[in-house]
Nanobody, 123 residues
């Protein structure tokens, strides 16, 4: 059974940092890409960042480029999202998702989803 467990969210002041983790199990980690998505209050879900576990290829949304860093620990089957210089507009529920169809940016490209972790950035 494929499982994705997102954690690490919380309340932080603007300018602060958080590190999200996505622990994966139930599939061959190296064959999948992991993406991070978020859905803010009253907003549609949007892609934030993603990484291919096989070749390390990554992508970032323009809104988080140079502030967020995604990384993968293929021993622990865990993907991390280091979020620095957080802004109030980063407030959202953050989800991780997995796909074996290659690294994609859109949520419809992902088949498996974790439960989400809340990130709240106060001004």
């Amino acid at each position: 059974e494929v499982q994705l467990q997102a954690s690490g969210g919380g309340l932080v002041q603007a300018g602060g940092s958080l590190r999200l983790s996505c622990a994966a199990s139930g599939f061959t980690f190296d064959d999948y890409a992991i993406g991070w998505f978020r859905q803010g209050p009253g907003k549609e879900r949007e892609g934030v960042s993603g990484i291919s576990s096989s070749d390390g290829d990554t992508y970032y949304a323009d809104s988080v480029k140079d502030r967020f860093t995604i990384s993968s620990d293929n021993i622990k089957n865990t993907v991390y999202l280091q979020m620095n210089s957080l802004k109030p507009e980063d407030t959202a529920v953050y989800y991780c998702a997995a796909t074996d169809r290659g690294l994609g940016f859109f949520d419809y490209e992902y088949d498996y989803w974790g439960q989400g972790t809340q990130v709240t950035v106060s001004s």
